[in-house]
């Protein structure tokens, strides 16, 4: 409404707020952490991608695999090779046919990471990254709670107690 300064009242007029997302956030991870027009060139922890027809950017639907990704040895409870990270990018052929892609990964980068801007294949023709980011799994969602669905725990001591291997 505005204030006074002394004895004259002062008011606000034409007052605008705008906000761009770059990128949503997805429910569970933490980010997005902008690559901008480079995807992750990780020395490890590479676990698979997916490639969308659409260039539709959707990290949502990196989540939904990234989730569901990872091993379980019954025997121990151990985990091993969970997906904690996921970078989502639009790739462009020749800068035109975007397709979104989700690439998964059992430990997380950092934007130092982020150097593979695209290359050229045989016949010349350039694939390039955009609209890059990436996402880290809370610790609070480390762990997915379906692991032992296809077992009977009847206790919580009956469940071993699972491990995650680096």
């Known amino acids: 409404m505005g204030s006074y300064q002394g004895e004259f009242p002062l008011v606000f007029a034409g007052s605008n707020a705008y906000f761009k997302w770059e990128s949503p956030g997805v429910y569970g991870f933490d980010g997005p952490i902008d690559f901008t027009n480079a995807s992750v060139a990780a020395p490890f922890g590479y676990l698979g991608m997916e490639e969308f027809e659409t260039g539709e950017y959707d990290p949502a639907k990196c989540a939904s695999t990234c989730y569901d990704l990872y091993d379980v040895d019954y025997e ?6 969970q997906c904690i ?56 969602h480390f762990l997915p709670r379906n692991i032992y669905d296809s077992r009977d725990a009847s206790s919580e001591s009956d469940v071993p107690t699972p491990t995650i291997h680096k």
């Open 76 to 81: 121990t409870g151990d985990i091993t090779d």
């Open 85 to 140: 990270f996921f970078n989502s990018y639009v790739l462009f052929k020749n800068g035109a046919n975007p397709k979104f892609h989700c690439a998964y990964y059992s430990h997380a980068f950092s934007k130092e990471q982020a150097t593979n801007s695209g290359q050229l294949d045989g016949e010349d023709n350039l694939y390039a990254v955009g609209v890059s980011h990436g996402y880290y799994l809370q610790i609070a």
